[in-house]
């Protein structure tokens, strides 16, 4: 019957190319949904390259079956074949009376949760929690390894994130004859394993096969060309010169201990000690089992195969290749990695188990519920609401009593938030302090958000600022501008109260020069003192009489000179204290 096998394919391959478009069609909005989707669709395409070889073998009938088939058929009697094929069919049903019949028409099917389909997705089995669906990276394993490697300072996780595709020194302070052990080569082989696993897992659309290829090929280049970093010939350097520059570039790199120094003298002092003797005596032994012997140092070659060594050392260059490889097409994956990380160190146990409950539960929630989304799209349509009332936290219409009591009819406008209409007064004055106004007022240049409550004009907004600004220049100013002044006594005061004060001492002599003369060529004696207030500066001024025969007498002449000042048109004076 393999006419009827070739049917059977025919029907599967549109079955699948058409469970393939269903798919691509959609566009879910959770990681999970969208791994899920790519690996369904990967089996897909797996499946239509099986059963697309299954047919072209049958369309080359290398047996010879399908051809005895159409034979049999055209030539003989077609109510025999068809009875005799019927018979077949019926004794195969009699003989598995309970055998499912294959319905490919349900078999790729989108299915919904409450169809059948199972609640666990495909991919919920191939990433652990710290992975979250392929966001990040998952090396903590790895990095317990890396620490028990002989000769490794403890680093942090973090630091591990960084360097865990470097071998080469000075980043890497794994030497090269420890590279050899079976333990470090565990170690490279589970994390070239684990990134290519990653990778697999996070793109399964992708041709995967050809990028590891171009790998294999990229390192067989670059190891016939010795130009694998860390992993060249060895040989033994002839005289006490120093070979070129490796580590960081700026000193003196010693291959034999694999060491730097800053500059050659202290390179020469430490060619003669027992520890770098020790390290080139069995550097040179490692070149000799390489296939490197002093006939190749001197210039003469001898044809030597590949020992066990080389070949050890191969295979574990081969794996680090692949990790700086599969590393640098993972590049976001891993800065990615480091930020989280750096998060999570800052949260408790209990937070970071919440955390990763509501990232599971996240996509649950996203997913459609098949008749209930039907069902309430429905009910939401036949909600009655002519007054535009707003929704309470069921969907439904709030009261009006309740939208009249809470004054939500009442229209606020604000042109700082971009003449928008705040619905009553409690959202207007809770809106000052939310996003939308505040970033209003950052546009206008203004950084002193707190001032400007109940302001919702750009124009008064800008006015005040420009005052306020001004107010703070001017007390800037002014208490910059203080100028410190001393008087004949030694008092230290401020310039401006020194000049007043002198100002108040020769006041008596611009107001009244007549009786200011008077005095002045007295003697020094017992004296009097008299406040008197000028109208001409509006300062109280201080006079002092002599002790003369009769105070009284001399305090009446002063104010008569005083009164001197009206024939001339100035003010009078208006006071006099003893």
């Known amino acids: 019957m393999l006419f009827e096998d070739q049917r059977f394919l025919h029907e599967d391959l549109e079955r699948l190319e058409q469970g393939i478009s269903d798919r691509v069609a959609e566009d879910p909005r959770h990681i999970r949904d969208r791994l899920n989707r790519d690996h369904q669709i990967s089996g897909f395409l797996s499946r239509i390259q099986d059963q697309s070889k299954r047919l072209l073998d049958i369309y080359k009938d290398t047996e010879g079956l399908r051809s005895k088939e159409i034979q049999s058929i055209s030539t003989g009697d077609p109510f025999d074949e068809f009875y005799k094929q019927l018979n077949e069919t019926k004794d195969f049903h009699r003989r598995y009376p309970n055998e499912p019949v294959e319905n490919l028409e349900r078999a790729y099917k989108r299915k919904a949760p409450g169809e059948g389909e199972s609640a666990t997705a495909e991919v919920d089995n191939l990433f652990t929690g710290e992975e979250a669906f392929g966001k990040f990276l998952d090396l903590t394993t790895l990095h317990e390894d890396y620490l028990n490697l002989p000769g490794i300072k403890r680093v942090s996780y973090l630091q591990y994130l960084n360097m865990f595709d470097i071998f080469t020194p ?30 697999r897992r996070t793109r399964p659309l992708e041709d995967l096969e050809k990028l590891f290829t171009s790998f294999d090929e990229a390192f067989e280049k670059a190891w016939q060309a010795n130009e694998v970093p860390g992993w060249g010939i060895e040989a033994q350097a002839v005289g006490p010169a120093a070979p070129m520059t490796e580590g960081t570039g700026e000193g003196i790199w010693c291959p034999d201990c694999e060491k730097e120094f800053k500059n050659d003298n202290v390179y020469k002092s430490h060619l003669g000690g027992k520890k770098h003797v020790k390290a080139a005596e069995a550097r040179k032994a490692r070149g000799a089992t390489n296939g490197v012997t002093n006939g190749e140092i001197n210039g003469t070659t001898e044809n030597r195969g590949p020992s066990m060594q080389r070949l050890k050392e191969r295979a574990i260059a081969e794996r680090e290749f692949r990790v700086k490889k599969l590393a640098s097409t993972m590049e976001n994956v891993r800065s990615d990695t480091r930020v989280n990380v750096e998060r999570k160190q800052g949260m408790t146990e209990r937070e970071r188990q ?43 219409p709030i009261p009006y009593w309740l939208y009249k009591l809470h004054g ?42 707190t001032l400007f409550r109940e302001i919702t004009g750009i124009s008064d907004a800008e006015k005040l600022w420009k005052k306020i600004q001004e107010d703070k220049r001017k007390e800037k100013a002014g208490g910059e501008n203080i100028v410190q002044m001393e008087d004949a006594s030694g008092n230290v005061m401020p310039e401006k109260v020194y000049y007043e004060s002198k100002a108040c ?16 060529s007295a003697d020094v004696g017992l004296r009097k003192s008299f406040t008197l207030q000028c109208l001409i500066c509006l300062r109280r001024h201080t006079w002092t009489l002599l002790r003369g025969p009769d105070i009284a007498s001399g305090a009446q002449n002063l104010v008569q000179a005083s009164k001197g000042c009206q024939r001339e048109r100035q003010p009078d004076v208006i006071t006099l204290q003893s």
């Open 354 to 396: 919440l955390e990763l409950e509501a990232f599971f539960a996240e996509s649950a929630e996203a997913a459609p519920r098949g008749g209930e989304s039907e069902s309430d799209s429905d009910e939401d349509e036949k909600i009655y609401n002519p007054l535009k009332l707003p929704l309470a936290w069921d969907g439904k």
């Open 505 to 520: 001492y020769d006041a008596p002599r611009r107001c009244h020069p007549q009786q200011a003369s008077a005095y002045s």
């Open 170 to 199: 000075p980043q890497c302070p794994i030497k090269r004859p420890d590279k050899s052990t079976d333990q470090y080569f565990s170690y490279v082989g589970g994390l070239a394993s684990y990134l290519e696993s990653f990778v």
């Open 408 to 449: 939500l009819g009442v229209e606020f406008p604000c042109e700082i938030c971009g003449n928008f209409v705040y619905m009553g007064r409690r959202a207007f004055d809770k809106h000052f302090n939310e996003s939308r106004h505040i970033y209003g007022l950052k546009c206008l240049g203004i950084t002193n958000t």
